[in-house]
Nanobody, 115 residues
Framework: QVQLVESGGGLVQPGGSLRLSCAAS????????MAWYCQAPGKQRELVAS???????YYADSVKGRFTISRNNAENTVDLQMNGLKPEDTAVYYC?????????WGQGTQVTVSS
């Protein structure tokens, strides 16, 4: 069984930065693709960024150049550094762990970008 625990959300002004962290339990972390998703009110959950077990990266067009995803296999953590935040980035952000056959979600952390 895998548990994912997110931290680092909060309220920030436009143009500000936040760093989200996700800590994973279990032994499959290093073999998994890790990702961050977001879900704004009234919208579907969507992929923000992902990093594969081999280090391949993906970013949604809306966050390219502003967000950076990174992982630490020794500590079973994945981070999302968010710079240049915009009001439209406001959402609940979820950590996701996926293998070929399994997927797990964290409980989510709220990010609010407002002046």
């Amino acid at each position: 069984q895998v548990q994912l625990v997110e931290s680092g959300g909060g309220l920030v002004q436009p143009g500000g930065s936040l760093r989200l962290s996700c800590a994973a339990s279990g032994s499959i972390f290093s073999r998994s693709t890790m990702a961050w998703y977001c879900q704004a009110p009234g919208k579907q959950r969507e992929l923000v960024a992902s990093i594969s077990s081999g280090g391949s990266l993906y970013y949604a067009d809306s966050v390219k150049g502003r967000f950076t995803i990174s992982r630490n296999n020794a500590e079973n953590t994945v981070d999302l550094q968010m710079n240049g935040l915009k009001p439209e980035d406001t959402a609940v952000y979820y950590c996701n762990l996926a293998t070929w056959t399994l997927t797990y979600w964290g409980q989510g952390t709220q990010v609010t970008v407002s002046s």
